[in-house]
């Protein structure tokens, strides 16, 4: 596996990159990074990027306003230093929304979607007496700790789960309540059958976070979508069962041959 960092405008982002082949992009979701895409990383026939968005991971602050459409543009800065394109996008939680808007502002790089336990394209509201806890998960490991065990319920390895809750650490003071706040006033529905490539979304039964009726909601949005549950699985199949999450990957991949936007 390869590592470094790219300079988009101000910013400077790091990135993991693994393989050869066609193009294949994950986008992390909240209090997190590229880290827990790194048990997913060999996808044979793919060239597999994972950058860390600002304000999370090795990467700088955003400068601007926190917002999804901000994010989604420095992932597409990040493609176009890389000369990424017709790639197939994967996206995580809050990375999930993030690739939403980028397939649907730069339909030159998303050649199809995959969406994990993602926020659905009306965003995800957390109300705001909830934010003295995110304030309180900042500021408290053991409070940190007993929230990420919530979203990753089938993760059993304790070593790398500490991992995680050290990547989270790393989060921006300013992005724990500003990642809330931008999914909170995240909304594209009304622009959702713009996009006309193909759609995979994906729900664990266990999550607490994204409903059943969320993920339907995603999955309806978009004109060429399905949607796949996964039984036993929580917020995160990336790391609570990556093996099952890389047969649903190759698989989808597998019915991904013709060119973006060709019809």
């Known amino acids: 596996m390869e590592a470094g960092f790219v300079s988009i405008g101000t910013i400077s982002m790091y990135y993991r990159e693994m393989g050869r082949g066609s193009p294949l992009v994950y986008v992390h979701g909240n209090t997190a990074s590229s880290l827990w895409y790194e048990l997913v990383m060999d996808v044979?026939?793919?060239?597999?990027?994972?950058?860390?968005?600002?304000?999370?991971?090795?990467?700088?602050?955003?400068?601007?306003?926190?917002?999804?459409?901000?994010?989604?543009?420095s992932v597409a800065g990040f493609m176009d230093a890389k000369g990424i394109k017709d790639a197939v996008i994967v996206g995580h939680s809050l990375g999930g929304c993030v690739a939403q808007m980028l397939a649907l502002n730069r339909h030159d790089l998303a050649k199809a979607l995959i969406l994990i336990d993602s926020g659905s394209p009306m965003g995800l509201v957390t109300p705001k007496d909830r934010h003295p806890l995110i304030e309180l998960m900042r500021t408290n490991r053991a409070v940190l700790e007993q929230a990420l065990r919530a979203v990753v319920?089938?993760?059993?390895?304790?070593?790398?789960?500490?991992?995680?809750?050290?990547?989270?650490q790393q989060m921006a003071t300013s992005a724990w309540i500003g990642n809330a706040e931008a999914l909170s006033h995240f909304d594209i529905s009304s622009k959702c059958a713009e996009y006309q490539g193909r759609v995979l979304v994906i729900r664990g039964s266990l999550d607490a976070l994204i409903t059943d009726e969320m993920a339907k909601q995603t999955t309806e949005a978009f004109p060429n979508a399905s949607l796949v549950t996964l039984e036993d699985i929580g917020h995160s199949v990336i790391v609570e069962d990556p093996m099952l999450f890389l047969k649903l990957l190759r698989e989808f991949l597998a019915e991904e041959r013709e060119p973006l936007w060709q019809k």
């Not at 304790?158 to 989270?168: N, T």
């Open 44 to 73: 044979p026939g793919y060239r597999v990027f994972a950058p860390d968005m600002p304000n999370f991971g090795r990467s700088s602050p955003l400068l601007e306003e926190i917002t999804i459409a901000h994010y989604a543009e």
């Open 153 to 168: 319920p089938g993760l059993k390895d304790e070593a790398f789960f500490q991992k995680l809750v050290d990547d989270a």
